[in-house]
């Protein structure tokens, strides 16, 4: 399955109205020939749910998938693959004066890559994407892509977009967005030199067909990572 679906959708207010918008999405996904689909940020907003777990677990298995979601647990902000898989913990916790963040919650101690039909994903949420040393680091132990759920606020929407791109190009590597619908911002599908190939703004499914193969021609004709010279990085 060389496809990945992205789920554009708004967090809902139960554990049964998120798996009766999921059941349908993840039944388009697998027919559309994705293997792999991801979903937003705190799909339930910021409420943990002890029966999400199993209730995704099941779900990933009928439809025959990987599901990533992200949702609390344990007093983290996870983006959890399933049936079976890591957990990705946010490292980068959103902590600004006067707005709504995530507040409360313990950050996470590692990244984490995810091995997916042959290729390496890193795996990261929203306020991440302000951090080029994670992306940059997840592409020197051989991430190809990204798979970032978001739930990032629709007027900074703008700086989203740069920002996904910015980390796609930087690293030569696909970056897949998934934002929550009630944000404002979109979900994108970026090619590994910084182009837009997909964006999806209104709730749905955004299918995306990467090109590894234009992925690795790009990396040979420029070979950034290699010419890197981190030893003069070190100014003191």
């Known amino acids: 399955m060389r496809r990945l679906a992205l789920a554009h959708l708004a967090k809902r207010e139960s554990l049964r109205e998120l798996l009766q918008a ?4 993840a039944q388009e996904a697998r027919e559309r020939g994705a293997g792999l689909l991801l979903l937003p940020e705190l799909v339930l907003g910021k409420r943990e749910d002890p029966g999400l777990a199993q209730a995704l677990r099941e779900l990933a298995e009928e439809a025959g998938l990987l599901l990533l979601a992200g949702h609390l647990a344990e007093g983290e902000n996870r983006l959890q693959v399933f049936p079976q898989g890591p957990a990705y913990a946010k490292l980068h916790l959103y902590r600004a004066e006067g ?7 313990r950050p996470g101690e590692r990244p984490v890559l995810l ?9 990261a949420l929203c306020y991440d994407l302000d951090f080029p040393e994670l992306f940059r680091a997840y592409a020197l132990k051989g991430a190809q892509g990204f798979l970032v759920g978001a739930a990032w606020p629709g007027e900074y929407a703008g700086l989203l977009e740069v920002l996904a791109r910015a980390r796609a190009a930087e690293n030569q590597a696909y970056l897949f967005l998934a934002s929550r619908a009630d944000t404002g911002s979109p979900s994108l599908f970026v090619a590994p030199d910084g182009r837009v ?3 999806k703004e209104e709730e749905g499914l955004l299918v995306a067909e990467p090109d590894w193969g234009f992925l690795e021609a790009y990396r040979k004709k420029y070979p950034l990572l290699r010419h890197r010279r981190e030893e003069l990085y070190r100014l003191w």
């Open 22 to 25: 999921l059941r349908p999405l």
């Open 99 to 105: 707005e709504e963040g995530d507040e409360g919650l």
């Open 115 to 123: 091995p997916w039909e042959g290729r390496v994903l890193g795996l």
């Open 197 to 199: 190939l997909a964006r």
